[in-house]
């Protein structure tokens, strides 16, 4: 045991009346949701980035964190694994999630760094093995390096691109041995900064090559887990490859992908893009193609990635709405892609950050599950489109029409439509009753 968390034991529900600081008081992992335990409903992950490597910086200040494990040895890199898997045992969520650069130090080369990360895996596959949480899914870091400031696949560079590949390699390989659910691709430095320098269909090709030798190598192994792409639209660079999920979807169809890679849709990214997470969710549902979350929320002002911990209820019910009716996840899961604000320095400030997103996600869910339950939303919604179901109306879809058939139809019946409401507020209504 370290001595970072000192005396907080791990976190009990204790439900919504508890007047203690840290407990769970919406998150019971063992009450029974839409026929599941709601730990295997919400799959909650926590991010190794952000609680243990990040040192509180921001583009005007350097580190405010004091942790005793910074540092580039690997000694320090166990310790950071010591307390990392010290706040899972706390929190006793089931899943985590990781870069190679959280977990190992950078070597000179890349065979040294291929070693650290090695012996890292094994370190911590000890810890799963003794009860840790498992591995939602693990990464490559293709962004922090310099060697990646103009991208890894998309780089000018072919050496670049070849690091990079093997680099995705090695952490496909660490993923797979520490039975990873899937493994995620988030193009960090996968766009540009200026047209000036940059050729649009070169750098479109060399990504659409790179993921068809990730999903190959995938098969290869036999990773029975899934593949997945973290849409952002910008930021780091100005203009991120993968806007959105629409973008990412006609990107993945061009390659012959779209049956292979599924997407890992971050609240914050969304925002980002000018949508709404929920629309983010609905629309790769709707394309087959919804895999994970990560659950963080955006400053609504300040127009960049603030990767603050979710506090909003209603919103986060949205969300679940859309995951609850496209079936809820399977490999996928909810990571807290958040981090504290830099003036948080305590321990208890991870536990008690980590607890109220859980909270707040719990609490979330059971309402989204309660508006689908009782189905009124698709009712409305069912209704509204009924008039599909007729024969007339189902000919203009199955090819049985043209247009010119149709207007023969549109003058011999006369069609002239009455608008109807589109029922907005009421629908807001019935979506407040549940909160
Ligand atoms: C960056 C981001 C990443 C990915 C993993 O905005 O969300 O942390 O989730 O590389
Ligand atoms: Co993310």
Redesign the pocket.
């Known amino acids: 045991m370290t001595t970072f968390f000192e005396d907080i034991n791990k976190l009990k529900y204790e439900g919504p009346d508890s007047d203690s600081e840290l407990c769970y008081r919406h998150y019971d992992a063992d009450e029974i949701v839409l026929g599941k335990r709601m730990e295997d409903q919400l799959r909650f992950a926590i ?1 190794y ?2 609680s243990f490597a990040w040192e509180g910086g921001d583009p005007f200040g350097g580190r405010t964190f004091d942790r005793s494990w910074f540092g580039t040895t690997m000694d320090l890199a166990k310790l950071k694994a010591d307390v990392a898997f010290e706040l899972f045992a706390i929190l006793g969520q089931p899943f985590f ?1 990781f ?1 190679d650069a959280d977990v190992r130090p950078e070597g000179s080369n890349f065979a040294e760094s291929t070693k650290n990360l090695e012996e890292m895996v094994d370190y911590i596959g000890g810890k799963i093995e003794q009860g840790g949480p498992k591995l939602l899914w693990g ?3 293709l ?1 922090s390096h310099r060697r990646f400031m103009s991208g890894a696949a998309t780089n000018p560079d072919p050496d670049v691109f070849a690091y990079s590949a093997a680099t995705i390699k090695t952490n496909m390989d660490a993923t797979k041995k520490l039975g990873g659910q899937n493994y ?3 193009g ?1 430095r996968e766009g540009y900064e200026t047209l000036l320098n940059t050729d649009l269909k070169r750098e479109r090709a060399q990504a659409g090559r790179m993921l068809q030798m990730v999903v190959d190598y995938k098969h290869k192994i036999g990773f029975e887990g899934t593949i997945l792409i ?1 849409p ?1 639209p910008q ?1 780091p660079t100005k203009h991120q490859y993968d806007y959105d999920v629409a973008t990412v979807y006609g990107f993945l169809k061009d390659f012959g992908l779209e049956n292979e890679v599924k997407m ?1 849709i ?1 609240q ?2 969304a925002i980002l893009a000018g949508h709404s997470f929920e629309h983010e969710l609905a629309m790769a549902a709707s394309l087959g193609i919804l895999g994970s979350i ?1 659950m ?1 929320r955006n400053d609504y002002q300040s127009g960049w ?1 603030t ?1 603050q911990f979710p506090n909003n209820v209603p919103e986060v019910a949205l969300a679940y709405y859309e995951i609850i009716k496209s079936g809820g996840f399977t490999n996928g899961g909810t ?1 807290f ?1 958040a981090k504290l604000r830099r003036q948080s320095l305590d321990p208890v400030d991870l536990v008690a950050a980590h607890a109220g997103g859980m909270d707040v996600c719990a609490k979330a869910f059971k309402a989204a599950a309660a508006m689908y339950e009782d189905g009124k939303l698709e009712q409305a919604r069912d209704d509204r489109y009924a008039d599909w179901d007729k024969p007339e109306a189902q000919k203009m879809l199955n090819g049985d029409h043209s247009l010119e058939s149709i207007e023969d139809y549109v003058r011999q019946a006369d069609v002239n439509p009455e608008p109807r409401s589109g029922r907005q507020e009421r629908l807001e209504n019935v979506v407040n009753t549940y909160l």
Do not use: M, R, S
Request: glycine share 8%.
């Open positions: 991010a980035w952000h999630c870069h990464t490559a870091n962004f995620v691709l988030w960090g973290e952002k930021e890992n971050e914050g990214h990560d963080n990635d990767d990571n892609d």
